[in-house]
């Protein structure tokens, strides 16, 4: 059985990702631009229904 | 449920078989010591679909809001192009639009056939794909143990060579293999053309430790989700990555969609090919029969509705808010949402503790975090601690 012990869950120091610039990221501004102008994720009902798949494993 | 607010339903996953083409080693169906599918029906028949649709459409015009129904399985097109048809057309005759209709497949029987079918009643294909062949055939292989990435690839190219199917092709998705090369993975998940790309952990719990993972302290899947938010976060053309984008979006403020992130409600509903309703199938992975009620619920003997509202059906909803007391004193609790519920799993204390992948999601907050701070102050910050 595993151990549950709440220290070991902290985060590693600041893990760092080399070489990213998060301002040109494409991925992020996309992200930020749809929370600033919706506020949240649903875009419209087709789009979030179209997309929204579940798991097979 | 822990908002007071009545319960919605937003997903139903029908399992319309009960078998697999494929043997894939990691399937939480299969291989987690639960043979619940030996006594299911192989495939849904003809009368259980239509008790289905009728059913659910009593819900939609009873909640007004949409909600999505994904064929599941086992492989969901073993069900073959004939039944599929029925079934399909029933559920679209009580589900119009905008309700979403999908189908998540292994890709291996997914021919021309079956597309028309497909095409016709407008159903989102979702194809699961682990990555480059070498990963995917480590996992992904049929009964006599033959990799299935050549069939899988064949089937995406098929659909995405048809102007009427292309649409439907909503995404891919990929189980985690830690020890396997991120920015790789990325890559090859790209190239399927897919708009959106989701990945997944690993099951396991408290008591029987996932897969690759050393230790409930050890990182191995933050560091390799890590790896793929790079490979995310530096292409010019990023299509959509389901997972990272929830917790980015959170942490920028605003909302998640996916199971297992962040603290939103999550309606799901789960019907075997026998008719019977049972709990978020995923809870599988914590001890055999731990997804099925007490009672056991069946659309040819209950209704829907009367077990939506029922206390029973709350209770069960209510389970996915985490309830460790670490949890709950967590920073990251409203972005990691105390992760998947059966990955909460230990048999001395129930649900009651944090995921298993407790230092792999702090591991990735913080470096998500990392890069939200290098961002301009007049970007949105984040609401959550």
């Given at each position: 059985m595993t151990d549950l012990n709440p220290k070991a869950f902290k985060a590693d120091a600041a893990p760092k990702l080399v070489g990213l610039k998060a301002i040109d990221s494409a991925a992020l501004a996309r992200l930020i631009e749809e929370v600033r102008n919706?506020?949240?994720?649903?875009?419209?009902t087709t789009a979030y229904n179209r997309t929204y798949h579940r798991h097979n494993r | 449920m822990p908002s007071g607010a009545p319960f919605v339903l937003d997903t139903v996953l029908l399992k319309?078989?009960?078998?697999?083409?494929l043997n894939c080693s990691y399937c939480y169906v299969y291989?987690?010591?639960?043979?619940?599918?030996?006594?299911?029906?192989?495939r849904m028949s003809v009368d259980t679909g239509e008790r289905i649709a009728e059913q659910l459409g009593e819900v939609f015009r009873t909640q007004g809001t949409p909600f999505s129904v994904v064929l599941h399985?086992?492989?969901?097109?073993?069900?073959g192009r004939k039944r599929l048809e029925t079934l399909l057309a029933s559920l679209r005759r009580a589900l119009p639009h905008p309700c979403g209709l999908h189908l998540q497949t292994?890709?291996?029987?997914?021919?021309d056939d079956i597309i028309d079918v497909l095409v016709a009643f407008d159903v989102g294909v979702s194809i699961s794909i682990d990555g480059p062949a070498q990963t995917h055939d480590a996992f992904r292989v049929?009964?006599?143990?033959?990799?299935?990435h050549a069939q899988v690839v064949e089937a995406i190219a098929r659909l995405r060579a048809r102007g009427d199917a292309?649409?439907?092709?909503?995404g891919v998705l990929a189980v985690i293999d830690?020890?396997?090369e991120p920015a790789a993975v990325y890559a090859s998940l790209k190239s399927s053309g897919a708009p959106g790309i989701d990945v997944l952990v690993r099951d396991g719990n408290w008591d029987h430790l996932p897969?690759?993972?050393?230790?409930?302290?050890?990182?191995e899947y933050g560091v390799w989700l890590s790896g793929f938010l790079q490979a995310y976060l530096t292409d010019p053309e990023p299509p959509r990555v389901r997972l990272l984008d929830d917790m980015l979006r959170l942490l920028l403020g605003g909302r998640s969609q996916k199971?297992?992130?962040?603290?939103s409600d999550y309606g799901i509903l789960v019907i075997e090919p026998d008719g019977e309703i049972q709990k978020?199938?995923?809870?599988?992975v914590a001890h055999a029969?731990?997804?099925?009620?007490e009672h056991r619920w069946n659309i040819h003997s209950d209704q829907l509705m009367d077990i939506l509202a029922s206390e029973v059906y709350a209770a069960y909803h209510t389970q996915q808010q985490p309830t460790s007391e670490i949890c709950k004193a967590c920073p990251d609790l409203e972005v990691?949402?105390?992760?998947?519920?059966?990955?909460?799993?230990?048999?001395?204390?129930?649900?009651?503790?944090?995921?298993?992948y407790c230092a792999d999601q702090k591991h990735l907050i913080a470096a998500m975090r990392t890069v939200i701070a290098d961002?301009?102050?007049?970007e949105p910050t984040s609401t959550a601690a």
């Amino acid at each position: 059985m595993t151990d549950l012990n709440p220290k070991a869950f902290k985060a590693d120091a600041a893990p760092k990702l080399v070489g990213l610039k998060a301002i040109d990221s494409a991925a992020l501004a996309r992200l930020i631009e749809e929370v600033r102008n919706t506020g949240d994720a649903t875009v419209d009902t087709t789009a979030y229904n179209r997309t929204y798949h579940r798991h097979n494993r | 449920m822990p908002s007071g607010a009545p319960f919605v339903l937003d997903t139903v996953l029908l399992k319309v078989a009960s078998r697999c083409n494929l043997n894939c080693s990691y399937c939480y169906v299969y291989h987690m010591g639960d043979d619940a599918w030996r006594s299911q029906p192989k495939r849904m028949s003809v009368d259980t679909g239509e008790r289905i649709a009728e059913q659910l459409g009593e819900v939609f015009r009873t909640q007004g809001t949409p909600f999505s129904v994904v064929l599941h399985g086992g492989e969901p097109l073993l069900l073959g192009r004939k039944r599929l048809e029925t079934l399909l057309a029933s559920l679209r005759r009580a589900l119009p639009h905008p309700c979403g209709l999908h189908l998540q497949t292994n890709g291996v029987l997914l021919n021309d056939d079956i597309i028309d079918v497909l095409v016709a009643f407008d159903v989102g294909v979702s194809i699961s794909i682990d990555g480059p062949a070498q990963t995917h055939d480590a996992f992904r292989v049929d009964h006599r143990g033959r990799g299935s990435h050549a069939q899988v690839v064949e089937a995406i190219a098929r659909l995405r060579a048809r102007g009427d199917a292309s649409p439907l092709f909503a995404g891919v998705l990929a189980v985690i293999d830690p020890q396997s090369e991120p920015a790789a993975v990325y890559a090859s998940l790209k190239s399927s053309g897919a708009p959106g790309i989701d990945v997944l952990v690993r099951d396991g719990n408290w008591d029987h430790l996932p897969f690759g993972k050393a230790a409930a302290a050890t990182t191995e899947y933050g560091v390799w989700l890590s790896g793929f938010l790079q490979a995310y976060l530096t292409d010019p053309e990023p299509p959509r990555v389901r997972l990272l984008d929830d917790m980015l979006r959170l942490l920028l403020g605003g909302r998640s969609q996916k199971e297992g992130v962040g603290l939103s409600d999550y309606g799901i509903l789960v019907i075997e090919p026998d008719g019977e309703i049972q709990k978020n199938d995923t809870l599988k992975v914590a001890h055999a029969g731990a997804d099925r009620f007490e009672h056991r619920w069946n659309i040819h003997s209950d209704q829907l509705m009367d077990i939506l509202a029922s206390e029973v059906y709350a209770a069960y909803h209510t389970q996915q808010q985490p309830t460790s007391e670490i949890c709950k004193a967590c920073p990251d609790l409203e972005v990691c949402g105390g992760g998947m519920v059966a990955h909460r799993w230990r048999a001395t204390t129930g649900y009651e503790n944090p995921t298993i992948y407790c230092a792999d999601q702090k591991h990735l907050i913080a470096a998500m975090r990392t890069v939200i701070a290098d961002l301009s102050p007049r970007e949105p910050t984040s609401t959550a601690a």
